[in-house]
């Protein structure tokens, strides 16, 4: 476990501003205790501060996660943000997308969102903005990257994306189901 590095930092605090904006500064400084980012294993955790001391008192090796998932690092240096993280993000997010009922299974298996499954979307969002996407009923399904501005949508083909999908909460059963589960699997080894 050990800090970001300035460059791991400022890509993260990029994606993040892209959904959450000024908003960040809530996330490291909540009123009720300080948070923190942490690198393990290749991937990038938002822990409290105090959980990060306890960490400390455990082997590397041993420590399997700590606080919530926010991004991977992949070989090439480059972040991307989980889906662990989308509960923060709904909370922060600038910009947000509803879907209709008929279109939420569509997008929970991987697909971008089309405007005939739009049920609303939040005013002024910009083009190749950070949105998060929700049901009508406020559950956060996932997040993307807005294909078209606010504005644009109402004048579209009904079949043309609207949102590109970027995660959702069904990547879990995706990835258990293609046999991509190491943490699952160590869990029930130790």
Not at 77 to 95: E, F, M, N, R
Not at 112 to 137: E, S, W
Not at 176 to 184: L, S, W, Y
Request: net charge positive.
């Amino acid at each position: 476990m050990r800090p970001c590095t300035d460059d791991e930092l400022r890509a993260l605090l990029e994606k993040l501003m892209k959904f959450i904006g000024k908003n960040v500064e809530l996330l490291l400084h909540k009123a009720e205790e300080p948070h923190c980012f942490r690198v393990h294993k290749g991937r990038i955790y938002y822990v409290s501060e105090k959980l990060m001391r306890m960490a400390t008192n455990f082997k590397g090796s041993d420590l399997l996660a700590m606080g919530t998932c926010f991004a991977k690092i992949t070989h090439s240096g480059k972040i991307h943000l989980q889906i662990t993280c989308v509960d923060h993000l709904a909370k922060h997010a600038l910009h947000k997308v509803w879907l209709k009922a008929s279109a939420e299974n569509s997008f929970l298996y991987g697909n971008h969102v089309t405007k005939q499954g739009l049920g609303r979307i939040t005013d002024a969002a910009p083009q190749h903005g950070g949105v998060v996407v929700f049901n009508l009923q406020d559950v956060p399904l996932g997040f993307g990257i807005l294909a078209q501005p606010t504005a644009a949508c109402k004048d579209l083909d009904p079949t043309a994306s609207v949102v590109l999908h970027q995660a959702d909460v069904g990547e879990y059963l995706r990835l258990e189901r293609t046999g991509q589960h190491a943490i699952f699997q160590a869990l029930q080894q130790s």
